[in-house]
């Protein structure tokens, strides 16, 4: 409201100035009026207001949304879950393993102020909190910065999870990441409360892993999910954001294996290590080479 006070203010200080010119000035030989009124001739006519609306309206878009769940649910059901033999290989990496490689790759924070300065030198890069292809959770005992690298394998990550959904008829759903780089400071203090926490080192203290969720997803990064607010259009977007979060929680499985397959594939190509965590429900991900140049 303040805001629009100051500018009706200005907009008017600026008429009355310019018409207090115009009786002393160019305006006594009446070309200044005109210019000014071929300028406002020029300009693009505001677009007409929406029409409200109706009763049916809602009822069409909610017949929509009910169609498209039905197609999302026939989709889900055509996706195979995880064989008990590609979990297994979905946790051969153990710790020690995705520790030696985050250690030769990685860099190490002692806090904030030196995770500022890496960050300053371009060797930690931001994750971004929402993309095409993840959104971070919130994060008690990390912070969302992570290698180059650990930022490029996650992309590829992105890229390929998407291709399998794509191939099954499913929306683009989106990863969730939950935990990045870990300070000496916040891995210490993780140790006091989390029994499950490394007792040693964390290969999360080299900004080269992440840990991306099993078990909750986030809905596609679509614009139409995001129409101005008010409109039909935003009531269909925000509708089919909840139809699409509830059919992914109902079918947690098979974004499980369909994220599960393209990690497998990043693995068998080189280019990560991964534990499939029982007591956290995460993939445990470090980078295992040089990919932020494409190598």
């Not at 305006?27 to 000014?36: I, L, Q």
């Not at 009910?66 to 946790?91: G, I, K, M």
């Not at 992105?158 to 959904?165: C, E, M, W």
């Not at 007792?199 to 909750?216: Q, Y």
């Amino acid at each position: 409201m303040y805001v629009t006070r100051a500018w009706t203010a200005a907009g008017l200080a600026g008429f009355l100035a310019v018409a207090g010119c115009g009786r002393g000035g160019e305006d006594a030989g009446g070309g200044a009026p005109r210019e000014r009124a071929a300028a406002a001739a020029q300009q693009p006519a505001a677009p007409p207001p929406s029409p409200p609306a109706t009763a049916a309206d809602s009822a069409e878009v909610r017949a929509r949304i009910a169609a498209r769940r039905d197609s999302v649910t026939a989709a889900f059901a055509r996706a195979r879950p995880l064989a008990a033999r590609e979990v297994a290989e979905l946790r051969q990496d153990v710790n020690r393993t995705q520790i030696a490689t985050a250690r030769a790759l990685g860099v190490r924070a002692s806090g904030e102020a030196e995770i500022r300065r890496l960050r300053g030198e371009g060797r930690l890069v931001e994750l971004g909190d929402s993309t095409a292809w993840w959104v971070l959770r919130e994060m008690d005992h990390s912070s969302p910065y992570v290698t180059p690298d650990a930022r490029a394998m996650l992309e590829r990550l992105g890229r390929r999870f998407h291709a399998r959904l794509d191939s099954l008829g499913l929306p683009r759903y989106r990863m969730k990441v939950t935990s990045a780089i870990r300070t000496d400071d916040a891995q210490a203090e993780l140790r006091r409360i989390n029994t499950y926490a490394s007792r040693t080192v964390s290969a999360h203290e080299f900004g080269t892993t992440v840990d991306v969720s099993h078990e909750r997803f986030a809905v596609p990064a679509d614009p139409r999910l995001r129409a101005p607010a008010g409109t039909l259009a935003a009531l269909e977007g925000e509708l089919e954001a909840e139809m699409l979060e509830e059919t992914g929680k109902e079918n947690a499985r098979a974004l499980q294996a369909a994220l599960g397959r393209a990690i497998a594939e990043l693995r068998e190509g080189g280019a990560l290590h991964v534990m499939m965590e029982n007591q956290q429900p995460v993939y445990h991900m470090t980078v295992r080479r040089r990919l932020a140049a494409g190598q």
